[in-house]
């Protein structure tokens, strides 16, 4: 009874997963860009008044922060792994010659 429910519990926090982005902060390095994404994010927040329900207020910081990051820096594309991939290839590489060598 007890493994279902662990079970259960998995599953569901599997399946409440979301796609996590993944900005290109480099870009506020940039001192023109930090500023614009700092005073775009503010006007944002700003614009709407204060409720008395603190969640409602950290989704719309949360969202503002989000939408700005968006127009300002952009989303990274993501380069799964392409440096590792080269140098294990050139490991596995360098293996098959050695047992090549040691085959033959």
Same mark, same amino acid.
């Given at each position: 009874m007890v493994r279902v429910r662990? #079970? !259960? /519990?998995? @599953?569901? @926090?599997?399946e409440a997963r979301y796609e996590r982005i993944k900005w290109y902060s480099e870009k506020l390095?940039? %001192? %023109?860009?930090?500023?614009k994404f700092k005073h775009d994010t503010i006007r944002r927040i700003v614009r709407?008044? +204060? #409720?008395?329900?603190?969640?409602? =207020?950290?989704?719309?910081? /949360? @969202?503002c922060t989000a939408e700005t990051a968006q127009e300002v820096l952009?989303?990274?594309?993501? /380069?799964? !792994? +392409? =440096?590792?991939? =080269? =140098? %294990?290839? +050139?490991h596995w590489e360098e293996k098959n010659e050695a047992r090549m060598k040691f085959v033959k």
């Open positions: 662990c #079970s !259960n /519990k998995i @599953m569901e @926090m599997q390095e940039d %001192v %023109v860009i930090s500023h709407q008044a +204060e #409720s008395s329900d603190i969640h409602q =207020d950290w989704s719309h910081t /949360k @969202m952009g989303q990274e594309t993501r /380069k799964r !792994n +392409e =440096d590792w991939y =080269d =140098d %294990v290839y +050139e």
